[in-house]
């Protein structure tokens, strides 16, 4: 099993760009989540997927869109690029009846 | 909303020895989880132990253990015979026990700031 897999693990952006990060999951997980870490702030939630066909905004959610495709997809968009969006961005999942969240590798995003 | 605090942004240990990383939380509710995740050069996160707020006993996974005071909100973590594979960035967690109406916790984590780990050969 690959566990949670993400796409790109790196990405430059220039101001005002957009990107789609690619996150999927082969664990038949049903919540997914988007943090991003910045240093000395630890990771914060950015959005939330309790379920298939549900999404939630998290702790810091302006400037990103998700979309949960399917059970095994959960992906988040930049529409519009900002340098405050520099950053390492990490997906996860979890079985709902399991304590555990399972991160993938993470992306290292930089906007100029 | 809950916060989690850790006030050591860097700690360093001898190999062999053992070292106590803080951590505090700040929350209303009575049924909650908290966490120790640590991440390596590598990124990677990886859980290193959980504890459930109803249960009195700390938690312990081999030469990890913490210390858990409910009523002081304290959540400290205890390496002993630290060795050179458990230098990394190590970061508290707190996991709500909130619940959708459909009975499914979110699951949603909120994190402490980090404390960066380094053990001397």
């Known amino acids: 099993n690959a566990g949670v897999t993400q796409t790109p693990k790196f990405q430059v952006l220039k101001t005002g760009q957009s990107m789609t990060l690619q996150c999927a999951q082969d664990m038949n997980h049903n919540s997914m989540y988007w943090y991003r870490q910045d240093p000395g702030m630890g990771l914060r939630l950015i959005y939330y997927?309790?379920?298939?066909?549900?999404?939630d905004k998290g702790e810091v959610p302006n400037g990103y869109n998700v979309s949960r495709l399917n059970k095994r997809e959960f992906s988040l968009r930049l529409e519009s690029a900002a340098p405050s969006q520099t950053s390492v961005y990490f997906c996860a999942s979890r079985d709902r009846r399991s304590y555990e969240q399972y991160f993938g590798p993470g992306t290292r995003l930089t906007v100029t | 909303a809950q916060t989690v605090t850790q006030s050591q942004p860097e700690m360093s240990v001898q190999e062999a020895e053992t070292v106590t990383l803080s951590c505090t939380y700040d929350?209303?509710?009575?049924?909650?989880?908290l966490f120790w995740y640590k991440q390596p050069p590598s990124r990677q996160m990886i859980l290193v132990i959980r504890?459930?707020?109803?249960?009195?006993q700390n938690a312990t996974e081999n030469r990890f253990s913490v210390n858990f005071q409910k009523a002081a909100k304290s959540f400290s973590l205890k390496i002993s015979d630290s060795q050179l594979g458990d230098a990394a960035m190590y970061f508290c967690a707190y996991r709500s026990g909130e619940r959708n109406a459909g009975g499914t916790s979110y699951g949603k984590l909120t994190f402490g700031q980090g404390t960066i780990l380094t053990v001397h050969p």
């Open positions: 997927s309790a379920s298939e066909g549900t999404t």
């Open positions: 504890q459930e707020a109803y249960k009195q």
């Open positions: 929350t209303s509710e009575s049924d909650y989880y």
